[in-house]
């Protein structure tokens, strides 16, 4: 399902001010990739979906498996400012929630149950960085504008639509505050 189709908050471009924001004012669209000269290089594998790390010329390690299927950008007030930012990843049915749009490494190990046992300190990094480039690798990133109230609201689009308890989306109401249901 499109992420995009579940909701009338959802949108692909936002504007705050009169100033018209998209996902790179958030999200950088693209991938700064290790140097092949550089001793250790993280890289994704597309056909196992996995992110794997090389030392030297020895055998890849697995990192990670994070495959960003959606992004949410839930009420932004500016570039790069949020007050928090939902991920959906693949084979998971509950999406990553980081607050104020601020990912930390120890938030992510805390939601996720992909950490690799037997990491050692210095990939525990490469752990953080895989996710961080998985996000960028997304391309379902939307923005979702909460009502400020229940009862009648206008979408980002311009359209009025009656909000309350009865219509709202089971993964999109960790958002909504109760007075809000």
């Known amino acids: 399902m499109h992420i995009s189709k579940i909701s009338p908050f959802i949108s692909e471009t936002i504007s705050i001010n009169g100033v018209d924001f998209n996902r790179t004012n958030f999200i950088p669209h693209f991938i700064k990739y290790d140097n092949y000269s550089e001793d250790v290089r993280l890289y994704f594998n597309d056909v196992s979906a996995e992110w794997l790390i090389r030392v030297k010329n020895g055998?890849?390690?697995l990192i990670s498996r994070f495959v960003v299927e959606a992004c949410l950008i839930v009420d932004?007030?500016?570039?790069?400012?949020?007050?928090?930012?939902?991920?959906?990843l693949k084979g998971s049915t509950k999406p990553l929630i980081f607050s104020?749009?601020?990912i930390t490494s120890s938030d992510l190990r805390k939601q996720t149950q992909y950490h690799q046992k037997g990491l050692t300190l210095?990939?525990?990094d490469y752990y953080y960085e895989s996710f961080i480039r998985a996000i960028c690798m997304c391309n379902n990133v939307f923005?979702?504008?909460?009502?400020?109230?229940?009862?009648?609201?206008?979408?980002?689009d311009g359209r009025r639509i009656f909000v309350s308890a009865e219509n709202?989306?089971?993964i999109l109401s960790d958002f909504f505050y109760d007075e809000k249901e």
């Open 59 to 61: 055998l890849p390690k």
């Open 76 to 88: 932004a007030v500016g570039p790069g400012s949020c007050s928090a930012l939902s991920v959906f």
């Open 100 to 102: 104020e749009g601020i």
């Open 122 to 124: 210095r990939n525990r």
């Open 143 to 156: 923005f979702l504008t909460l009502p400020k109230h229940a009862g009648w609201n206008n979408t980002p």
């Open 168 to 170: 709202m989306i089971p």
